[in-house]
């Protein structure tokens, strides 16, 4: 039996949307961020799909 797999287009669509909101919260000439509390949940959340897309694909290789 095949295991349930995470849904690769919503993680997708939620790491490019969420990384693109935590580019906008950083300020590069003082790399500082904007709202510490938000900025920490969006890179959780950034991390978290990143990772589980990372390990769906490196799986999905070595089928």
Known sequence: MEKNNPPVFTLTIVAIIVGSALFK????????????????????????????????????LKK
């Open 25 to 60: 919260q950083i300020d590069f000439q003082n790399f500082t961020v904007e709202k510490k509390a938000l900025s920490a949940i969006y890179f959780v959340t950034f991390a978290a799909s990143v990772y589980i897309l990372a390990k769906h694909y490196i799986g999905k």
